[in-house]
C-alpha cells in the first residue's frame, strides 16, 4: 500500500484466473513452504507500473516482488506477437490478458497460468508435474502415485491451497486499490 501510493514506480499485479490454479498438476502448491507460498504471490507483482504498450517493449527480466527474498532474482520475459503480450517464466508461458485495472499506480491483468518462477520450479527444483512423496492412504494404489493420481486428500489440500492463492492475490489487489 505504501509502494503504490507513495512511489511515482507503481506496481503491476498479474491475477490468475481460477481454471489457472486448478489447471496445476496436483500436489504443486502443496509441496510448497509458507515461505515459498508467499514467494509464489510475490511472484506475480512487480514493484513497476506497466501499461500492455510498456510490456511490449519492456527489457527483459522484469524483477518482480519475490526479488532478493533469498538472494535470487524471480523475473519475468515478455515477448510480443503483434498486439499480443506473452509472458514466461522459464517454466510456463501465457498470454497477458484483459487489464482488470489499469490507471497508475496500479495495473492488473488476468493470465491464464499461474506463474511458476523457474528458480523454484526449474528442473533441479520441485517440478509441478513430479508425483508428490508416497503416501500411506490404502485407497491410492502404488499405479496411482507412480502416476501423479491424485488422492481425495491431496485434491481438497490443493484446492485449499489453490485458493489461498488466489484471494491472497485478490486481497492484496484490493487493498492496493483502495
Do not use: W
Amino acid at each position: 500500500n505504501i509502494q503504490v501510493n507513495s512511489s511515482s514506480e507503481g506496481m503491476t499485479v498479474f491475477a490468475p484466473t481460477d481454471n489457472a490454479f486448478q489447471n496445476l498438476k496436483p500436489g504443486t502448491l502443496n509441496k510448497l513452504s509458507h515461505d515459498d507460498q508467499v514467494k509464489l504471490i510475490l511472484y506475480h507483482v512487480s514493484p513497476k507500473f506497466y501499461t500492455l504498450d510498456d510490456l511490449l517493449s519492456v527489457s527483459n527480466p522484469v524483477r518482480t516482488q519475490a526479488s532478493g527474498r533469498d538472494s535470487a532474482v524471480y523475473g519475468l520475459n515478455f515477448t510480443s506477437q503483434g498486439n499480443q503480450v506473452n509472458v514466461s517464466t522459464g517454466v510456463v508461458e501465457t498470454r497477458v490478458s484483459n487489464a482488470l485495472r489499469k490507471e497508475r499506480p496500479l495495473a492488473v491483468y488476468v493470465v491464464d497460468m499461474v506463474l511458476l518462477p523457474e528458480e523454484m520450479f526449474g528442473e533441479n527444483k520441485v517440478s509441478p508435474a513430479a508425483p508428490g512423496p508416497k503416501s500411506n492412504s490404502p485407497d491410492v494404489s502404488d499405479d496411482q502415485e507412480k502416476a501423479g493420481a491424485p488422492s481425495d486428500k491431496s485434491g481438497s489440500g490443493e484446492m485449499k491451497a489453490g485458493l489461498g492463492l488466489a484471494l491472497g492475490l485478490v486481497f492484496l489487489c484490493l487493498k492496493l486499490v483502495v
